[in-house]
């Protein structure tokens, strides 16, 4: 199949939608698929590249105003028509209702392309960075919400990421098909193995203590304030937090740790390359999330299959991947004292860390890409033949 993904956040940037639309393009590819990528210049101007199996055309750029590390393209009309004339794609897929998916989703109605559309997006994930609008966030949320109903009701088919996600996207409000898919994680590259020596060298982590680890964004919707102060609570000689990932809130997080006297204690290792992700997941002895606005979390899928424990908050998604008492503890949003409590729980007990860690990787198998691509397939294959015999 010729398969083109309308990726308005696309690799090198660091997210989840970034991750999920590079490993189902790679995934694709590796079966045979020609895949081709839609995605936001990282220069400013147009131009394409491959990343590993697959071609990406890259469309003019501008820097997005709240997310300095993202690029977005907010007219790419031109560029995105005639990448679609000259690629000639069986099936369309986008993976964001922004700019190039928008735009990637009338040309796929206009020429009567199958379209497959999935929601990685909530709200929330914009509106915590926009802290002006605070006093209008509720009615810009609920048009968000309306638009992104109205965006995916248009395609032919509509996935998320858990059933959490459907569930808050209301199945009920679109008369298309629509599916729960992982977004799956490569269970080759993370394992449950001992991290190397080089590892704590290269960025300074204390090898005798037990390292509780966040990776991702470094953005306010991810509330790391909380996982900040609750390490403060239960800071002790054997412990140390790394927080691996860039982003907007990192200047505001870097002088509250050093208000909490936590230098020493906290690791803030920045952005850093796929290797070193896969190599920074086998330092943890437990993996803490408290971000309350996921619809999935493949970092907490990639921590569980290096066989961490987890803590997270019980919100979004999040209660699928971390099932209270079984491979980890659920605390209430915001909850610093829960979290505190959930994380010395575990690395307190170290019978009860292996028993979580060991349901983590049992779980996080059930989440392997190649289930993933095999369901897209699937799905791709329906839409074209639904469009073939109208």
Same mark, same amino acid.
Request: with cysteine; glycine share 6%; aromatic share 8%.
């Given at each position: 199949?010729?398969?083109?993904?309308?990726?308005?956040?696309?690799?090198?940037? $660091?997210?989840?939608?970034?991750?999920?639309?590079?490993?189902?393009?790679?995934?694709?590819?590796?079966?045979?698929?020609?895949?081709?990528?839609?995605?936001?210049?990282?220069?400013?101007?147009?131009?394409?590249?491959?990343?590993?199996?697959?071609?990406?055309?890259? &469309?003019?750029?501008?820097?997005?105003?709240?997310? %300095?590390?993202?690029?977005?393209?907010? =007219?790419?009309?031109?560029?995105?028509?005639?990448?679609?004339?000259?690629?000639?794609?069986?099936?369309?897929?986008? %993976?964001?209702?922004?700019?190039?998916?928008?735009?990637?989703?009338?040309?796929?109605?206009?020429?009567?392309?199958?379209?497959?559309?999935?929601?990685?997006?909530?709200?929330?994930? !914009?509106?915590?960075?926009?802290?002006?609008?605070?006093?209008?966030?509720?009615?810009?949320?609920?048009?968000?919400?309306?638009?992104?109903?109205?965006?995916? /009701?248009?395609?032919?088919? $509509? &996935?998320?990421?858990? %059933?959490?996600?459907?569930?808050?996207?209301?199945? @009920?409000?679109? @008369?298309?098909?629509?599916?729960?898919?992982?977004?799956?994680?490569?269970?080759?590259?993370?394992?449950?193995?001992?991290?190397?020596?080089?590892?704590?060298?290269?960025?300074?982590?204390?090898?005798?203590?037990?390292?509780?680890?966040?990776?991702?964004?470094?953005?306010?919707?991810?509330?790391?304030?909380?996982?900040?102060?609750?390490?403060?609570?239960?800071?002790?000689?054997?412990?140390?937090?790394?927080?691996?990932?860039? *982003?907007?809130?990192?200047?505001?997080?870097?002088?509250? =740790?050093?208000?909490?006297?936590?230098?020493? @204690?906290?690791?803030?290792?920045?952005?850093?390359?796929?290797?070193?992700?896969?190599?920074?997941?086998?330092?943890?002895? !437990?993996?803490?999330? =408290?971000?309350?606005?996921?619809?999935?979390? $493949?970092? &907490?899928?990639?921590?569980?299959?290096? *066989?961490?424990?987890?803590?997270?908050?019980?919100?979004?998604?999040?209660?699928?991947?971390?099932?209270?008492?079984?491979? *980890?503890?659920?605390?209430?949003?915001? @909850?610093?004292?829960?979290?505190?409590?959930?994380?010395? =729980?575990?690395?307190?007990?170290?019978?009860?860390?292996?028993?979580?860690? /060991?349901?983590?990787?049992?779980?996080?198998?059930?989440?392997?890409?190649?289930?993933?691509?095999?369901?897209?397939?699937?799905?791709?294959?329906?839409?074209? /033949?639904?469009?073939?015999?109208?």
């Amino acid at each position: 199949m010729k398969i083109l993904i309308a990726a308005d956040l696309h690799w090198p940037t $660091i997210n989840g939608v970034a991750t999920a639309s590079r490993t189902l393009a790679k995934g694709l590819s590796d079966r045979g698929h020609e895949v081709l990528v839609i995605a936001p210049s990282q220069t400013g101007r147009g131009y394409e590249e491959y990343d590993g199996n697959y071609l990406i055309k890259r &469309t003019r750029s501008v820097p997005f105003p709240f997310y %300095q590390n993202f690029k977005i393209s907010p =007219t790419p009309q031109m560029e995105v028509r005639k990448i679609i004339r000259d690629f000639k794609p069986d099936v369309i897929h986008v %993976q964001m209702a922004l700019f190039l998916g928008f735009v990637a989703r009338n040309y796929a109605i206009k020429y009567d392309i199958p379209l497959v559309a999935t929601n990685h997006a909530m709200p929330e994930n !914009l509106m915590d960075n926009i802290r002006l609008l605070a006093p209008i966030s509720r009615p810009i949320q609920w048009l968000m919400v309306e638009y992104g109903a109205r965006f995916h /009701a248009k395609a032919d088919y $509509i &996935t998320l990421p858990t %059933q959490s996600a459907i569930d808050m996207f209301g199945e @009920d409000r679109v @008369d298309s098909p629509v599916k729960a898919i992982s977004n799956g994680i490569d269970l080759s590259r993370f394992q449950p193995t001992d991290a190397s020596p080089e590892i704590y060298g290269k960025f300074g982590l204390p090898a005798n203590k037990k390292i509780v680890t966040y990776i991702g964004r470094v953005d306010a919707e991810k509330h790391l304030e909380v996982l900040i102060r609750a390490y403060h609570k239960i800071n002790a000689k054997d412990r140390h937090l790394l927080v691996v990932g860039d *982003g907007t809130d990192m200047e505001h997080l870097r002088n509250l =740790t050093y208000s909490l006297g936590l230098d020493d @204690d906290v690791t803030f290792a920045g952005r850093v390359s796929d290797e070193e992700i896969v190599a920074l997941h086998k330092v943890g002895a !437990l993996y803490a999330i =408290t971000s309350p606005v996921e619809l999935q979390s $493949i970092a &907490t899928l990639e921590a569980m299959a290096s *066989g961490k424990p987890i803590v997270a908050v019980d919100a979004g998604a999040l209660g699928e991947l971390c099932q209270d008492g079984v491979n *980890g503890i659920l605390v209430p949003k915001d @909850d610093i004292d829960g979290v505190a409590t959930a994380i010395d =729980t575990i690395l307190s007990d170290d019978k009860l860390r292996k028993a979580y860690a /060991a349901k983590s990787l049992a779980i996080a198998k059930t989440h392997d890409i190649a289930h993933t691509i095999d369901q897209y397939e699937t799905i791709y294959r329906q839409v074209i /033949a639904a469009k073939t015999n109208e």
